[in-house]
């Protein structure tokens, strides 16, 4: 399902890129998921909130313009990557708000860090010298997080993610609210 629905994207991204908007016709973009705010992970030796694994990541993706594609016959080899058009994240920013143990914080904290370490961390601009723009797709962990899960959850529901993500992307003339939302009318 995420591998259409990615095809999808990717094939009305493409085709919507004005080439005029392109100062070399090609568009570039940094693809990530499962963020799983909320969740704790090994890494780099130690287990640590996905936060620091996040934030780490943010830190990495600032880092792309400034370094060079590899020198191999793929697009631009050698050249210094440059301008990022777009940064698509294809789910799962949260984690599922589970009771515990371990506790997992609620979709509302989760899209809070998550907002605050990709859309105010990162940097990057597209060819126009604009800031780049994010494409949002929901994942499980989303979805369940706004409808409820088998498991026990806390809160029971909490279409945080669910809510912005939708605003987002589809900037309706009036924007859902974590009461208004409803996922069986409010699918991405």
């Known amino acids: 399902m995420k591998k259409i629905s990615l095809f999808i994207l990717l094939s009305v991204l493409i085709f919507s890129c004005k080439k005029e908007e392109l100062s070399n016709g090609i568009v570039q973009i940094i693809y990530t998921s499962d963020l799983h705010y909320g969740a704790s992970r090994n890494f780099r030796g130690a287990y640590v909130s996905a936060n620091i694994v996040n934030e780490a990541l943010v830190n990495q993706?600032?880092?792309?313009?400034?370094?060079?594609?590899p020198d191999d016959t793929g697009i631009n080899a050698g050249q210094v990557i440059g301008a990022i058009d777009y940064v698509i994240i294809t789910g799962d920013i949260t984690e599922r708000q589970e009771v515990?143990?371990?506790q997992i914080q609620p979709a509302s904290n989760s899209w809070g860090q998550f907002a605050s370490d990709y859309f105010d961390g990162i940097s990057l601009t597209n060819q126009n010298h604009q800031r780049v723009t994010f494409l949002l797709e929901c994942?499980?962990?989303?979805?369940?997080?706004?409808i409820g899960y088998p498991k026990l959850l806390f809160p029971l529901t909490d279409a945080a993610a669910m809510v912005n993500m939708y605003n987002m992307m589809l900037s309706p003339s009036t924007p859902k609210t974590n009461s208004t939302y409803n996922y069986a009318t409010g699918k991405i």
């Open 100 to 102: 515990g143990p371990p």
């Open 139 to 146: 994942g499980n962990h989303d979805v369940s997080n706004a």
């Open 61 to 69: 993706i600032n880092t792309l313009p400034v370094l060079a594609f």
